[in-house]
């Protein structure tokens, strides 16, 4: 049996799509358990590509349909839930199950875990903050963008006033509601300008990116979540924060010069 190294939960319909999931996942090492539903088929998403820019549409269908009671309660999958020692979830699943992220986010901070919160959207800090608000004191790490940043910073009246400053919205994030965890660390992404790493009220770096001709980028699909997955990698193998960063940058300058969301195994010494 291949060896995986985590988990990952959510709804699926019962159709080809689900288990075309299943199969790539496994194949790449990630045990999936999905909450399997009859009432609506397997979520897509449909991405035009102009150029560097890029239009989405989802039709989330079974992901919208995920349930704490019918599934994240149950034995089996609670289970797994005490087993990890990281938690990752992106911002998205606060418009469906809040109360899922909610409940493994108190797991993480009553046994010293470690659980991380990407911001993901701009209108998720705006329509969904009291959701997100029950979240973030418990994240020990929160990922997001200069604009989904700023958004949160205005939102929760931050320091928006001084020039949108990135710097100053990262060190006010990272102390921002600090009721659940002792320590937490917000990475901001700024496209072709530094990644921003905070911890509690201090700058702990400011990483240059390094920049790829135009001619060589092929799609930006996928290149965020790229560097918060090589970020992660980074950290669970107890990599230094700096090389973190380096992780996270290297695979999302890989994902943009590659079609969708892919990763080759036999191109890991390029990253």
């Not at 009432?39 to 590509?49: E, H, L, N, P, S």
């Not at 929760?156 to 949108?164: A, R, S």
């Not at 135009?214 to 090589?230: C, E, L, M």
């Not at 380096?246 to 890991?268: I, M, N, R």
Request: glycine fraction near 8%; proline fraction near 3%.
């Amino acid at each position: 049996t291949q060896s995986t190294w985590g988990v990952y939960v959510g709804c699926v319909g019962k159709d080809e799509n689900a288990q075309r999931m299943r199969d790539l996942s496994m194949k790449d090492g990630v045990d999936v358990h999905f909450m399997e539903t009859d009432k609506a088929v397997t979520g897509t998403c449909a991405v035009c590509i102009t150029g560097h820019d890029r239009s989405l549409v989802a039709n989330l269908a079974a992901a919208n349909l995920y349930s704490k009671e019918q599934h994240l309660d149950t034995e089996p999958i609670w289970a797994l839930v005490e087993k990890a020692s990281l938690f990752y979830s992106a911002g998205f699943v606060l418009t469906v199950s809040p109360d899922s992220m909610l409940a493994i986010a108190q797991h993480s901070t009553q046994n010293g875990k470690t659980y991380v919160l990407n911001l993901s959207a701009e209108f998720i800090c705006e329509f969904f903050k009291d959701q997100m608000m029950k979240i973030y004191p418990h994240a020990n790490y929160v990922f997001g963008n200069e604009s989904e940043a700023l958004k949160f910073a205005s939102v929760h009246g931050g320091p928006c006033g001084k020039g949108d400053n990135m710097t100053e919205i990262a060190k006010w994030m990272s102390q921002f509601e600090m009721t659940g965890v002792k320590e937490r660390t917000v990475i901001i992404t700024q496209g072709l300008d530094p990644t921003i790493v905070a911890k509690n009220g201090n700058i702990l770096l400011e990483q240059s990116v390094g920049v790829i001709p135009k001619d060589k980028i092929v799609d930006t699909n996928s290149a965020g979540d790229s560097f918060v997955g090589g970020f992660l990698a980074g950290l669970v193998q107890g990599q230094p924060l700096a090389q973190c960063v380096k992780l996270g940058q290297a695979t999302a300058k890989y994902c943009l010069q590659k079609p969708g969301s892919v990763f080759a195994k036999e191109d890991l010494q390029l990253v």
